[in-house]
């Protein structure tokens, strides 16, 4: 069936440090992929969307690349910040067109200045 | 903006208790979810609803049932509170059809004393 695995955190990072996130699913058809992030104490927020192969997301400096050869959407920020401490969720929709999401278990974020 | 609104932030609730947790979204959003979220275990759908009235389990419904009467208003029912209980729960909002972004509510921290 569909489903997401995400790398396992937590990722600890110093400020302007590297960030890549790793996701690979496995889905009936070509969904389209989002990156969920959630802050401390709120709930999770769209971060980018990816629609077809080759599609890259982008948002607030983060991008994550739709590769269907290798069925994975990585998440990566070129210089992450300490307001980048949150939960980041791999995410797609399942094929049963419900509107539904499956989520990966989600990767611990911390930037430490 | 969507505004997906979860009625407590914190509940304190005994065993054996009746609990209700409500949400209402402003959307006119078809589906409406309830999520559950458990440090390493990710999101786990316990319900969804895809119009009035209409429900589907999720992967845990074991111990909690739904109610939709209007179609902004989904309200999630622990019939009889446990321990096992005590977690944090997401309300999500979505258009239906695959592809859809969901909108979540800021979660309601459940414990079960």
């Known amino acids: 069936g569909d489903s997401v695995t995400q790398m396992e955190g937590p990722v600890t990072l110093s400020e302007e440090a590297f960030l890549t996130i790793n996701c690979t699913y496995t889905a009936t058809g070509y969904p389209s992929l989002f990156w969920y992030v959630q802050y401390p104490g709120e709930g999770l927020q769209l971060l980018l969307k990816a629609t077809k192969a080759d599609d890259k997301g982008s948002n607030k400096g983060f991008e994550a690349t739709y590769r269907k050869e290798t069925t994975s959407f990585h998440l990566e920020k070129g210089s992450v910040q300490v307001s980048d401490s949150a939960v980041y969720f791999c995410a797609l929709p399942p094929s049963s067109n419900t509107g539904k999401l499956i989520f990966g278990q989600g990767t611990t974020l911390q930037v430490k200045p | 903006d969507v505004k997906v609104t979860q009625s407590s932030r914190y509940l304190v609730k005994r065993t054996g208790e009746k609990v209700f947790l409500e949400c209402v979204q402003d959307?006119?959003?078809?589906?409406m979810f309830w999520y559950r979220q458990d440090p390493g275990l990710g999101l786990r759908l316990i319900y969804f609803?895809?119009?009035?009235?209409?429900?589907e389990k999720g992967d845990i419904p074991e111990g909690y049932s739904v109610s939709r009467e209007k179609k902004e208003r989904f309200s999630l029912i622990l019939e009889s509170a446990s321990t096992n209980q005590t977690s944090m729960y997401l309300c999500?909002?979505?258009?239906?059809?695959?592809?859809?972004?969901?909108?979540f509510g800021s979660g309601t921290q459940l414990s079960v004393l």
């Open positions: 999500a909002s979505g258009y239906s059809g695959r592809n859809e972004k969901l909108f």
């Open positions: 959307m006119d959003h078809e589906n």
């Open positions: 609803s895809y119009d009035v009235k209409m429900k």
